[in-house]
């Protein structure tokens, strides 16, 4: 079982650079896949980004590519998102989550409870 912890989110301005981690419990981290989705009102949670057990292969929705980097380090048992240029339409909660590789939220069994991420124009 891993427990997750996000953190780092804010209200900031549009073009700026964000940094999220999740920070999770437990001694099988390492065997996680690591996912980031973000939530607004009243929509689906969105895929954004994802990362194999060892880090080995990522994967992007493709409105975040090139502007959104997801890492993990095992040894400190976090995982984290690096987003650049960020723009309004960042904003939502965002969500680290623990499972499956996948883009698909039910691939995923282990959740944080999110941080929100505002962005000003």
């Known amino acids: 079982q891993v427990q997750l912890v996000e953190s780092g989110g804010g209200l900031v301005q549009a073009g700026v650079s964000l940094r999220l981690s999740c920070a999770a419990s437990?001694?099988?981290?390492?065997?996680?896949?690591m996912g980031w989705f973000r939530q607004v009102p009243g929509k689906d949670r969105e895929f954004v980004a994802a990362?194999?057990?060892?880090?080995?292969?990522?994967y992007y929705a493709d409105s975040m590519k090139g502007r959104f980097t997801i890492s993990r380090d095992n040894a400190k048992n976090t995982v984290t998102l690096q987003m650049n240029s960020v723009k309004p339409e960042d904003t939502a909660v965002y969500y680290c989550?623990?499972?499956?590789?996948?883009?698909?939220?039910?691939?995923?069994?282990?959740w944080g409870q999110g941080t929100q991420v505002t962005v000003s124009s």
């Open positions: 437990g001694r099988t981290f390492s065997s996680y896949s």
């Open positions: 990362i194999t057990w060892n880090g080995g292969r990522t």
């Open positions: 989550a623990a499972g499956s590789i996948s883009s698909v939220t039910s691939d995923y069994g282990y």
